[in-house]
C-alpha cells in the first residue's frame, strides 16, 4: 500500500513529551522513597541522609516537570493544528465521531481505529486528564515546598484543603501516573504492531506514515 510521511509533532512537544516522561520516573521513585523511606534501617548511623538525598532529586526533577507542563499548555493554544487543544478534546461533532470509531475500534467491534495525523480522541482525552492532573500535581507540591508563600498557601489550599490533604492527594496521583504510564506504553505498542503508522517512532522523529493501515 502506498502511504506518506507526513510530519506530526514539532521538536517543542517531543522534548515536552520525553521530559515529561522521564522526569515522572524520577518523581515517582523519590516521591515513593519520601512516602516510605525503604533504606532507613539498612543506612541508619552511616552518617549519609538519604531522604535529603531524595528530596533534592525529586525537586530538581519537579521542575523540569513543570517546565514542560507550562511548555504543553502554550502548546495547546499556539501548536500546530495536532498539537492545540480542539484537535483531540471530545467536543466538537468531528472529534466525537473518532472517539466512538476509536472505542468501536478497541473492542473489537469496528474496522480498527480512524486514522488520523493528531491523536485518536480517546487518548487525547486521555492526555487532557494527565494534564489536569500534572496541575494538581503541581499545585500541591508547590504547596508543600514554599508553605510560606501567600500566593501558593491560597491556590493549594483552594484546590486541596489543608496541607495534610494536599500530601494525600500529591500521593494518590503518583499512583495516576504510574497507571497512565503503563496503560499508554502498551496501548502505544499495540498501536505500533496493529497499524503501519509508526506511532511510536513518531515520538522520537516527529514523522507519522499515512494511508498505511493494514
Ligand atoms: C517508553 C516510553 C514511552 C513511549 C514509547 C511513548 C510513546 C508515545 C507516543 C507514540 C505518543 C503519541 C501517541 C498518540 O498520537 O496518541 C505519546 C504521547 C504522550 N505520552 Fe508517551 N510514551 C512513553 C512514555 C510516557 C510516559 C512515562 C508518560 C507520562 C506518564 C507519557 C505521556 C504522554 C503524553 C501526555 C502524551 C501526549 C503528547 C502530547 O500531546 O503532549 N509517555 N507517547
Ligand atoms: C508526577 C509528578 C510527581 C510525583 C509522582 C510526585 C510524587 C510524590 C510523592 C509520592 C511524595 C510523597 C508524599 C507522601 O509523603 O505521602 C511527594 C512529596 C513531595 N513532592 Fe512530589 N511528586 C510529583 C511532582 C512534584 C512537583 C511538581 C513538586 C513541586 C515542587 C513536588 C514537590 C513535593 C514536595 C514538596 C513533597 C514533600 C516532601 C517532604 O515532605 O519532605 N512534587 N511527591
Not at 472505542?103 to 487518548?123: P, Q, T
Amino acid at each position: 500500500m502506498r502511504y506518506e510521511k507526513q510530519y506530526a509533532w514539532s521538536i517543542l512537544l517531543r522534548l515536552c513529551h520525553w521530559a515529561f516522561a522521564l522526569s515522572i520516573v524520577v518523581l515517582s521513585v523519590t516521591g515513593y522513597y519520601i512516602h516510605f523511606p525503604w533504606t532507613n534501617t539498612w543506612l541508619e548511623g552511616t552518617g549519609r541522609f538519604p531522604v535529603a538525598t531524595m528530596r533534592y532529586i525529586h525537586f530538581i526533577a519537579a521542575f523540569v516537570f513543570s517546565a514542560a507542563v507550562a511548555a504543553r499548555f502554550y502548546l495547546l493554544i499556539f501548536g500546530n493544528r495536532q498539537e492545540r487543544i480542539l484537535d483531540f478534546a471530545p467536543v466538537t461533532a468531528r472529534n466525537l465521531k473518532n472517539l466512538a470509531a476509536t472505542i468501536k475500534g478497541y473492542l473489537y467491534l469496528g474496522s480498527g481505529h480512524e486514522e488520523r495525523l493528531g491523536h485518536n480522541v480517546l487518548a487525547g482525552s486521555a492526555y487532557l486528564v494527565t494534564f489536569v492532573a500534572a496541575v494538581f500535581q503541581i499545585v500541591t507540591g508547590f504547596y508543600m515546598l514554599y508553605p510560606e508563600s501567600a500566593s501558593w498557601q491560597a491556590l493549594g489550599y483552594m484546590m486541596a484543603g489543608a496541607q495534610q490533604n494536599a500530601r494525600f492527594i500529591h500521593y494518590l496521583l503518583m499512583w495516576y501516573f504510574l497507571v497512565f504510564a503503563t496503560v499508554h506504553i502498551y496501548m502505544g505498542i499495540w498501536n505500533d504492531i496493529t497499524s503501519g503508522e509508526g506511532i511510536i517512532s513518531s515520538i522520537f522523529s516527529g514523522y507519522k506514515f499515512m494511508g498505511s493501515r493494514r
